[in-house]
């Protein structure tokens, strides 16, 4: 019986510190890495431009992990879906906090967008914001967000220089309602009629519709020049084609939320000639080759018209969290709001005070055949 006794204890101790060297080296493991959270919508309507920014962050995070990673350590990812819906996006916020990561990159739509903002803030995390570009993120930013696509503002002042060229008098602006769209038709329609110019209708056009007739025919009485859709592809495209049916000949012009080349897939031949204020898209990026090359490599795809910021996120990141020498979130911060220049294949990247891109990175397209061509 004694030795019985002595035999199990022995083997309780075995198993002890057999379990106590496997909690000891999880911590090991879990030590040599660094979290970062990647929040994009995967689903819904804009999955296909979540997706793309996805696959830009992952792609960027092999490079660096082949490179030797951050300060030693390897990247590790979690993914959140925020499906470009509010309510969703603060679920997917709160299920990055809970998984610990040090800092997140996405942030697609900024209606989505907005309400993380607080969520991140009070738990500490830098989000590096790729896409979304509301100029209501800057008032809704606690200060941990850092914004790399040029704000509302500067996509406003590209299209109005566009109409003043286009010697546009009379101009009407569609916008969906939403943070995003809404803002874009608030700072356009200020601008325009601060330079003396009329804008002779602001349309609501509801999510989801299949017929916008009315919406047509209320704006064939006030015979404007020029239109501006200012929310995103898949309704934009469908009021494109609705509009010329309905005999509208003139300019047609969208915001950076349908800069995909899916309006042109799902508009047709309406979609010819429409012009669109873009974010820096790879195909026109000087030195973007070789990223180009590693997309289509990596994922057989072409990527897509948010890739390059995306990508440029993660780098960034990347640089900061080394100039921070610690994978810590306050330090993170710190030295993103401290850059200088950081040189992204979509252009060098500087904040202002107020965390947003410090020069703006807006270019204007045409449609032609069934791509995006740079005006100029």
């Keep these: 019986m004694a030795g019985g006794f002595w035999a199990k204890k022995c083997f309780s101790v075995v198993v002890a510190v057999a379990l106590m060297q496997i909690i000891l080296s999880s911590h090991i493991v879990a030590a040599e890495e660094i979290k970062i959270g ?26 660096i992990n082949a490179g030797g990673g ?20 603060t679920v997917a916020a709160d299920n990055l906090v809970a998984e610990g990561v040090v800092a997140v990159v996405g942030g697609y739509c900024s209606p989505a967008t907005a309400p993380t903002l607080k969520i991140f803030a009070d738990a500490g995390v830098p989000f590096v914001i790729a896409a979304a570009n509301s100029s209501k993120l800057t008032g809704a930013n606690p200060g941990n967000g850092f914004q790399i696509n ?12 566009l109409f003043k060229e286009k010697r546009i008098r009379k101009l009407a602006i569609i916008h969906q309602g939403d943070g995003y769209s ?3 038709s608030a700072l356009t329609e200020k601008k325009w009629k601060q330079m003396g110019h009329e804008v002779v209708a602001v349309e609501v056009a509801a999510k989801g519709e299949q017929s916008y007739a009315a919406l047509v025919n209320r704006l064939r ?10 929310a995103y592809c898949a309704d934009g495209a469908l009021v494109i084609k609705q509009l010329r049916q309905g005999g509208f000949s003139k300019l047609i012009a969208v915001g950076d939320g349908s800069n995909s080349p899916k309006l042109m897939e799902l508009a047709g031949k309406a979609a010819e000639g429409v012009y669109c ?8 990026l000087p030195g973007s080759r070789t990223f180009i090359e590693s997309y289509r490599k990596k994922f057989n795809l072409e990527p897509g018209p948010y890739s390059a910021l995306a990508y440029d996120g993660m780098n960034l990141l990347a640089d900061a969290i080394t100039r921070a020498g610690a994978a810590d979130k306050a330090a993170i911060a710190k030295a993103l709001k401290e850059t200088r220049e950081f040189k992204g294949i979509a252009g060098p990247i500087s904040f202002k005070p107020d965390n947003t891109l410090a020069r703006s990175n807006f270019v204007v397209l ?10 100029k």
């Design 38 to 63: 990647i929040m994009v919508p995967i689903t819904g309507p804009e999955a296909a431009f979540g997706k793309d920014m996805e696959n830009a962050i992952l792609l960027a995070v092999s490079e």
């Design 70 to 89: 951050i300060l030693g350590k390897d990247v590790t990812t979690s993914t959140s879906d925020e499906a470009c819906d509010p309510k969703q996006a």
């Design 150 to 161: 040029s704000s509302g503002i500067d996509q406003a002042m590209t299209a109005v220089h």
């Design 182 to 184: 809404a803002d874009l």
């Design 221 to 230: 009485h006030k015979s404007p020049d020029a239109v501006f859709w200012t």
């Design 277 to 284: 204020f873009s974010n820096p898209m790879v195909e026109y």
């Design 366 to 375: 045409i449609a032609k055949g069934n791509t995006w061509a740079l005006y």
